[in-house]
Protein backbone atom coordinates (compact mmCIF):
# COMPACT_ATOMS: atom_id res chain seq x y z
CA UNK A 1 0.00 0.00 0.00
CA UNK A 2 1.67 3.66 -0.97
CA UNK A 3 1.54 6.46 1.02
CA UNK A 4 2.24 8.72 -1.67
CA UNK A 5 -0.63 11.26 -1.58
CA UNK A 6 -3.19 11.07 -4.49
CA UNK A 7 -3.19 13.51 -6.47
CA UNK A 8 -5.33 16.95 -6.50
CA UNK A 9 -8.26 16.54 -9.19
CA UNK A 10 -8.25 20.21 -9.68
CA UNK A 11 -4.88 19.66 -10.92
CA UNK A 12 -2.80 19.26 -13.92
CA UNK A 13 -1.84 16.23 -13.08
CA UNK A 14 -4.73 14.20 -12.70
CA UNK A 15 -4.79 10.82 -13.52
CA UNK A 16 -8.79 10.43 -13.32
CA UNK A 17 -9.84 8.52 -16.55
CA UNK A 18 -11.66 10.62 -19.28
CA UNK A 19 -15.53 10.37 -18.94
CA UNK A 20 -15.26 9.74 -14.81
CA UNK A 21 -16.57 13.33 -14.11
CA UNK A 22 -19.20 13.28 -15.60
CA UNK A 23 -22.36 14.67 -13.81
CA UNK A 24 -24.14 11.55 -11.40
CA UNK A 25 -27.72 10.21 -13.42
CA UNK A 26 -30.19 8.89 -11.03
CA UNK A 27 -30.45 5.23 -12.50
CA UNK A 28 -32.69 4.18 -9.89
CA UNK A 29 -35.76 5.92 -12.07
CA UNK A 30 -34.70 4.60 -15.06
CA UNK A 31 -36.92 2.39 -16.80
CA UNK A 32 -36.23 0.71 -20.29
CA UNK A 33 -38.85 -0.73 -22.02
CA UNK A 34 -39.82 -4.14 -23.05
CA UNK A 35 -40.58 -3.26 -26.49
CA UNK A 36 -37.63 -1.20 -28.33
CA UNK A 37 -39.44 -1.30 -31.79
CA UNK A 38 -40.83 2.58 -31.13
CA UNK A 39 -36.78 3.25 -31.50
CA UNK A 40 -36.62 2.18 -34.31
CA UNK A 41 -39.72 2.89 -36.19
CA UNK A 42 -42.93 0.78 -37.02
CA UNK A 43 -41.44 -1.07 -39.66
CA UNK A 44 -44.75 -0.25 -41.95
CA UNK A 45 -43.60 1.48 -45.49
CA UNK A 46 -44.93 4.60 -46.26
CA UNK A 47 -46.21 3.26 -49.74
CA UNK A 48 -46.53 -0.14 -51.10
CA UNK A 49 -47.92 -0.86 -54.56
CA UNK A 50 -47.99 -4.08 -56.73
CA UNK A 51 -47.50 -3.17 -60.50
CA UNK A 52 -49.52 -5.34 -62.95
CA UNK A 53 -50.15 -5.90 -66.51
CA UNK A 54 -53.74 -5.89 -66.48
CA UNK A 55 -55.25 -3.13 -68.86
CA UNK A 56 -57.74 -1.08 -67.01
CA UNK A 57 -57.85 0.04 -63.62
CA UNK A 58 -61.21 -1.69 -63.06
CA UNK A 59 -60.33 -5.25 -63.94
CA UNK A 60 -57.56 -4.78 -61.08
CA UNK A 61 -60.35 -2.96 -58.88
CA UNK A 62 -62.75 -6.05 -59.55
CA UNK A 63 -60.36 -8.78 -58.55
CA UNK A 64 -58.91 -7.09 -55.82
CA UNK A 65 -62.73 -6.96 -54.74
CA UNK A 66 -63.21 -10.48 -54.97
CA UNK A 67 -59.81 -11.24 -53.31
CA UNK A 68 -60.98 -8.70 -50.67
CA UNK A 69 -58.35 -6.51 -50.68
CA UNK A 70 -58.22 -2.87 -50.02
CA UNK A 71 -56.84 -1.04 -53.04
CA UNK A 72 -57.34 2.14 -55.54
CA UNK A 73 -56.32 1.08 -58.89
CA UNK A 74 -54.11 3.84 -60.85
CA UNK A 75 -54.09 3.29 -65.02
CA UNK A 76 -51.00 3.52 -66.74
CA UNK A 77 -49.92 2.75 -70.24
CA UNK A 78 -47.99 -0.53 -69.21
CA UNK A 79 -50.95 -1.55 -66.78
CA UNK A 80 -52.69 -1.08 -63.41
CA UNK A 81 -50.80 0.23 -60.52
CA UNK A 82 -52.63 -0.95 -57.60
CA UNK A 83 -51.69 1.12 -54.67
CA UNK A 84 -52.43 -0.87 -51.35
CA UNK A 85 -54.14 1.09 -48.44
CA UNK A 86 -53.22 -1.76 -45.48
CA UNK A 87 -48.88 -1.88 -45.34
CA UNK A 88 -49.13 -3.39 -41.77
CA UNK A 89 -47.04 -6.38 -41.55
CA UNK A 90 -47.22 -8.92 -44.61
CA UNK A 91 -50.07 -7.79 -45.86
CA UNK A 92 -48.43 -6.18 -49.18
CA UNK A 93 -47.05 -9.53 -49.92
CA UNK A 94 -50.42 -11.25 -49.03
CA UNK A 95 -51.83 -9.28 -51.49
CA UNK A 96 -49.19 -9.37 -54.01
CA UNK A 97 -49.76 -13.40 -53.96
CA UNK A 98 -53.83 -13.24 -53.74
CA UNK A 99 -53.70 -10.74 -57.05
CA UNK A 100 -51.23 -13.34 -59.24
CA UNK A 101 -52.73 -16.11 -58.29
CA UNK A 102 -55.97 -14.58 -59.71
CA UNK A 103 -54.30 -13.65 -62.96
CA UNK A 104 -51.96 -16.76 -63.35
CA UNK A 105 -49.20 -16.80 -65.76
CA UNK A 106 -48.74 -13.05 -65.92
CA UNK A 107 -45.91 -11.57 -63.47
CA UNK A 108 -46.67 -9.00 -61.35
CA UNK A 109 -44.06 -6.59 -59.06
CA UNK A 110 -44.92 -5.12 -55.64
CA UNK A 111 -43.03 -2.06 -54.84
CA UNK A 112 -42.07 -1.17 -50.57
CA UNK A 113 -40.94 2.22 -49.83
CA UNK A 114 -39.87 3.39 -46.84
CA UNK A 115 -37.95 6.86 -46.62
CA UNK A 116 -35.62 6.76 -49.05
CA UNK A 117 -35.62 2.76 -49.48
CA UNK A 118 -37.11 0.83 -51.87
CA UNK A 119 -37.69 -2.66 -52.54
CA UNK A 120 -39.09 -4.31 -55.40
CA UNK A 121 -40.23 -8.45 -55.41
CA UNK A 122 -41.69 -9.97 -58.54
CA UNK A 123 -44.43 -12.72 -57.96
CA UNK A 124 -46.33 -15.30 -60.35
CA UNK A 125 -48.97 -17.74 -59.65
CA UNK A 126 -49.06 -16.51 -55.75
CA UNK A 127 -45.44 -17.03 -55.31
CA UNK A 128 -42.98 -14.79 -54.09
CA UNK A 129 -40.37 -14.99 -57.10
CA UNK A 130 -36.76 -12.92 -56.59
CA UNK A 131 -36.35 -9.70 -55.05
CA UNK A 132 -36.03 -6.76 -58.28
CA UNK A 133 -33.06 -4.22 -58.26
CA UNK A 134 -35.69 -0.84 -57.57
CA UNK A 135 -33.22 0.71 -60.29
CA UNK A 136 -34.30 -1.69 -62.60
CA UNK A 137 -38.08 -1.73 -62.31
CA UNK A 138 -37.49 2.52 -62.24
CA UNK A 139 -35.68 2.39 -65.34
CA UNK A 140 -38.39 0.60 -67.31
CA UNK A 141 -41.28 2.00 -65.90
CA UNK A 142 -42.81 5.11 -67.30
CA UNK A 143 -42.75 8.65 -66.02
CA UNK A 144 -46.30 8.95 -64.32
CA UNK A 145 -45.45 5.39 -62.81
CA UNK A 146 -41.84 6.43 -61.75
CA UNK A 147 -43.72 9.63 -59.76
CA UNK A 148 -46.29 7.52 -58.12
CA UNK A 149 -43.34 5.14 -56.62
CA UNK A 150 -41.11 7.77 -55.60
CA UNK A 151 -44.13 9.99 -53.81
CA UNK A 152 -43.57 12.37 -56.31
CA UNK A 153 -47.37 11.97 -57.06
CA UNK A 154 -50.08 10.98 -55.19
CA UNK A 155 -53.24 9.10 -55.37
CA UNK A 156 -55.41 12.15 -55.17
CA UNK A 157 -53.53 13.68 -57.92
CA UNK A 158 -54.11 11.07 -60.84
CA UNK A 159 -57.44 10.77 -62.49
CA UNK A 160 -59.39 7.45 -63.24
CA UNK A 161 -58.58 5.80 -60.07
CA UNK A 162 -61.19 3.26 -59.11
CA UNK A 163 -61.02 1.63 -55.70
CA UNK A 164 -61.51 -1.78 -54.54
CA UNK A 165 -64.52 -0.98 -52.41
CA UNK A 166 -66.09 0.44 -54.88
CA UNK A 167 -67.18 -2.31 -57.30
CA UNK A 168 -69.28 -4.85 -55.09
CA UNK A 169 -68.74 -8.94 -55.81
CA UNK A 170 -71.57 -9.27 -57.80
CA UNK A 171 -70.63 -6.54 -60.30
CA UNK A 172 -66.69 -7.69 -60.15
CA UNK A 173 -67.53 -11.08 -61.13
CA UNK A 174 -70.02 -9.79 -64.26
CA UNK A 175 -67.19 -7.38 -65.35
CA UNK A 176 -64.43 -10.57 -65.02
CA UNK A 177 -66.73 -13.23 -66.71
CA UNK A 178 -67.37 -10.10 -69.27
CA UNK A 179 -63.80 -9.08 -70.07
CA UNK A 180 -62.81 -13.25 -70.21
CA UNK A 181 -65.48 -13.56 -72.85
CA UNK A 182 -64.00 -10.76 -75.11
CA UNK A 183 -60.50 -11.84 -74.23
CA UNK A 184 -61.58 -15.31 -75.80
CA UNK A 185 -63.78 -13.49 -78.86
CA UNK A 186 -60.39 -11.10 -79.95
CA UNK A 187 -57.65 -14.36 -79.53
CA UNK A 188 -60.42 -16.58 -82.09
CA UNK A 189 -60.75 -13.24 -83.96
CA UNK A 190 -57.07 -13.23 -84.46
CA UNK A 191 -56.31 -16.76 -85.76
CA UNK A 192 -55.11 -16.89 -89.35
CA UNK A 193 -56.68 -19.03 -91.76
CA UNK A 194 -55.79 -20.05 -95.67
CA UNK A 195 -57.66 -17.31 -96.60
CA UNK A 196 -56.05 -14.62 -95.12
CA UNK A 197 -54.12 -12.16 -96.98
CA UNK A 198 -50.60 -13.26 -95.29
CA UNK A 199 -51.36 -16.27 -97.37
CA UNK A 200 -50.10 -18.86 -93.76
Given at each position: MSDSPRPDNNGSDSSTPAGDDLPDFDLDNLEIPDDLSSLTGSGEPEFAAI????????????????????LDAVPTSVGAVGVLRDRSGDAPEQAAAAISQLVRGVPLVLVTRTGEQMTAVRFADGVRGDELAPG???????ENVVDLLTGATTVADIEGVVGSDSISKFKAMRMLTSAARKARKSMGKGETGPDSKDGI
Open positions: ITQIAGAEPLAAASSLAQLDLVLGGAP
